[in-house]
């Protein structure tokens, strides 16, 4: 799932496992109840775009690094 967001517009991707995206005027629609995308599809490639050209300026994912063990403090009994 992703969201896109530029001025009163919300674009949202992936929402509950649909394929299709939903917009919304977040303006005249704060419970996001109306979806627009259907009805503004020029909006929807441009969110769409913002958020494309966002995503490839990001950082490849990368792999946990491997933190070197604590050292674990050793209570010696004194004799």
């Known amino acids: 799932m992703w969201v896109a967001r530029h001025a009163d517009w919300k674009l949202v991707h992936g929402q509950a496992g649909s394929e299709s995206p ?5 303006a ?3 419970g996001e109840r ?3 995308a259907s009805a503004q ?3 929807v490639k441009e969110l769409q775009a913002l958020w494309d050209s966002w995503n490839a300026r990001q950082a490849a994912p990368q792999p946990p690094q491997d ?5 674990q403090k ?3 009994k004194k004799d």
């Open 22 to 26: 939903e917009l919304f005027n977040l």
């Open 28 to 30: 005249q629609d704060v």
């Open 34 to 36: 109306n979806n627009l």
């Open 41 to 43: 599809p020029e909006r």
């Open 67 to 71: 933190r070197p063990a604590k050292r």
């Open 74 to 76: 050793r209570k010696t």
